[in-house]
């Protein structure tokens, strides 16, 4: 009788049972936010099957995004999921409207805007994890690190969708922004000559640092693609002024210095225990949606050692060290 019911529960608990759940991801699987948030969802939702679906709108032009989202869509039906995880502003944008036509619950995260912003209420059953730059947390530090009461900083970003999103959360469309003394000014462009312009000029124009948003729809004279590693290892090698990022993947030896960063691999963790909680019986219409406002501090050795930097004593023990 015991090995039976030990039997019985392995039965039970085989992947025969497991939910079929779809990621849906704007991007690509190289891509280091994917990469994280997909690990983040897989540990927690390990007893099920995951299939990943991906647009990879950093690297195909905005012409081909229709094409991409029919593919994609198609991949899904075939695939018949029973929950859907959905990454990022790209793929909710294209999808949105067919996926509000399946009774099938739906968890995003990654969204940059507010909920208004996406007609959520066209959904029977949606829930997720808003996406939130740490732009105040993160100037507020480097006036600390810098050792500068009214630092002016100059905030880069491309000119993604997710870009735009955040700037007009960031800024309510104004050119800069004052935090306290401090003076940031935001600017979105495609262009690398642009960014590699501002880049070495920065000192030059009075800043006293740059944070480094996303970088990965820039573009040369030639329209060919710039590659956003080759991107980040030219500001590390020619910037005027240290440079600091939002997101952990930015940071390193051959990247930015550090900063107060969102974790993709946490995101994804969030998103994933709301979706364990919907397959788990509970409705999704009773799981309110979240800001992702929480952070860490990474840093490079190499990048405080090369601008001669030092962190507060404040935050002893509570920073990520990497070489």
Request: glycine share 8%; hydrophobic share 40%.
């Amino acid at each position: 009788m015991y090995r039976l019911l030990i039997l019985l529960c392995c039965f039970l608990l085989s992947p025969a049972f497991a939910a079929r759940v779809a990621i849906i991801e704007s991007y690509h699987a190289d891509y280091a936010w994917d990469h994280e948030y997909v690990q983040g969802i897989e540990d927690v939702l390990a007893g099920h099957q995951l299939e990943r679906f991906q647009l990879d709108t950093k690297r195909i032009q905005r012409e081909d995004y229709e094409m991409a989202a029919d593919r994609v869509w198609n991949g899904l039906t075939a695939y018949r999921p029973e929950l859907i995880l959905i990454g990022d502003d790209n793929a909710f944008r294209l999808l949105s409207a067919r996926l509000s036509t399946l009774n099938i619950p739906v968890v995003f995260l990654g969204l940059n805007g507010t909920p208004r912003d996406y007609g959520l209420d066209q959904f029977s059953a949606i829930t997720g994890v808003f996406e939130r730059p740490l732009l105040k947390r993160s100037v507020l530090f480097l006036s600390a690190l810098l050792k500068k009461d009214s630092p002016r900083i100059l905030v880069l970003f491309d000119a993604s969708t997710t870009s735009t999103v955040s700037h007009d959360h960031l800024s309510q469309l104004e050119p800069y922004v004052k935090i306290g003394k401090m003076h940031i000014d935001i600017r979105l462009d495609n262009r690398s000559e642009v960014w590699r312009e501002r880049v070495s000029h920065a000192k030059a124009q009075g800043y006293d640092a740059i944070i480094v948003g996303l970088y990965h729809t820039l573009s040369e004279t030639d329209g060919s693609y710039t590659e956003p590693d080759e991107m980040l290892a030219w500001i590390h090698d020619h910037t005027s002024v240290p440079s600091f990022g939002f997101w952990d993947f930015s940071i390193g030896p051959r990247g930015n210095v550090g900063g107060f960063v969102l974790d993709g691999y946490a995101h994804g963790k969030t998103a994933a225990g709301m979706a364990e909680r919907i397959l788990n019986g509970t409705p999704a219409s009773s799981i309110y949606p979240v800001i992702d406002d929480s952070g860490r501090f990474i840093f490079s050795r190499s990048g405080m050692k090369k601008w001669q930097l030092t962190v507060p004593e404040r935050l002893d023990g509570k920073i990520d060290w990497i070489e």
